[in-house]
Structures are given as C-alpha cells and as structure tokens.
C-alpha cells in the first residue's frame, strides 16, 4: 500500500470508529446493556476500546499527510474531533 492510500484510510477510519462508539452508547442507552452490574460492562469497555483506537490511527493519519495541503489536513483532522465529541456528548447525555 502507497503513502497515499495509508492517509486516506486513516482518515475516514476514526470516523467511522467514533460512529461505531455513537452507536453503542444509542444501544447500551436504549436496551439497558450492562445497566445493572456493579462495575462497568462490556459496552463500557469496547466504548473505551474505539476511543483510544483511533489514537494511532490518527497519529498515522498526520504522520502520512505531507502531500496535502495543511488546510484539507485540519479540516479532517476537526472531523474526527467533531465526531468524537458527538460519542462523548451522547455518552454524557444517555447514560
């Protein structure tokens, strides 16, 4: 795989992992998963598994985008925070 194609896959997947953990907030929320253990559960934990995931796979994403232009680079990169934070804002609202 070229230098190109790397980026290009790092940038879309953190997205799709902060969507994967906006997912199973919605789920854990509405079907009451884990809800009645005293410590966390499995949803708590693959929720903080797609978290810390992206780290590297953001970490690639910049290490990998010299070709592209510094404004294309920050517009994914405050896509994946957004998309973050609707994990984290929706974590904080439903459970």
């Not at 194609?5 to 997912?23: K, T």
Request: negative net charge; charged residues 10%.
């Amino acid at each position: 795989m070229d230098r190109q194609r790397i980026n290009s896959v790092a940038s879309i997947v953190p997205i799709l992992m902060s969507v994967a953990a906006l997912l199973l907030v919605v789920v854990a929320a509405a079907t009451g998963w884990d809800r009645d253990l005293p410590d966390e559960g499995t949803a708590a934990h693959l929720f903080q598994l797609l978290v810390a995931g992206q780290l590297p796979i953001i970490l690639l994403f910049v290490v990998t985008s010299d070709g592209r232009p510094g404004r294309q680079v920050a517009l994914l990169l405050a896509a994946q925070a957004a998309a973050l934070g609707l994990a984290f804002g929706a974590l904080a609202l439903l459970i």
